[in-house]
C-alpha cells in the first residue's frame, strides 16, 4: 500500500512547504549545492506534487518570481519564513544573507533595488560585507 501524498507534506521529506523552502535556503551555500533559482524551484515542485499554491502551478517564470519574494521573505524573518532551528522551529531571519547563485556557482543579487530593501529591513546585516559578497 503506497502512502497517501498530502497537500502541504513533502514527499520525500514528510515537512511542510515552509520549512522545506526555509531549508532550501539555509543548505544552498554549502559548497556541493550552490543551486540556481531555477534548480530551487524544480527541487520545490518535485517534493510537493500535490501543492496548490501559485509557486507550484503557475508558469515557471511567475514560479521564479514568487521564490524571489519567498527568499526576500527569509532574509528578513517574515511572512513565516527565515532561519530555522534543527527542531524545525523558526528563529528570525536568515543568519546569512541568502542571495542566488548563476550557474557558474557565484552569488549575485537579483537587482540594487532587492538587495536594498532586503538590508533595509535587516538592519543587524554588515551591508558593507554583504554587498562586497553579493559581487563574488
Do not use: C
Not at 508558469?59 to 524571489?68: A, D, N, P, Y
Amino acid at each position: 500500500m503506497s502512502k497517501r501524498l498530502k497537500t502541504h507534506e513533502g514527499l520525500t521529506t514528510s515537512k511542510r512547504v515552509m520549512w522545506f523552502q526555509d531549508w532550501t535556503f539555509m543548505m544552498n551555500d554549502k559548497r556541493d549545492r550552490r543551486l540556481t533559482d531555477e534548480e530551487l524551484l524544480r527541487e520545490w515542485r518535485r517534493e510537493f506534487p500535490m501543492a496548490r499554491g501559485n509557486v507550484f502551478k503557475a508558469s515557471f517564470e511567475k514560479g521564479l518570481s514568487i521564490l524571489r519574494g519567498v527568499r526576500a521573505h527569509y532574509n528578513i524573518g517574515r511572512q513565516g519564513h527565515g532561519h530555522r532551528s534543527p527542531a524545525g522551529e523558526l528563529m528570525g531571519g536568515a543568519e546569512r544573507l541568502s542571495l542566488p547563485y548563476a550557474e557558474d556557482g557565484n552569488r549575485y543579487p537579483y537587482s540594487e533595488r532587492w538587495l536594498q530593501g532586503v538590508l533595509s529591513r535587516r538592519p543587524d546585516f554588515d551591508r558593507p560585507r554583504e554587498r562586497e559578497r553579493s559581487r563574488r
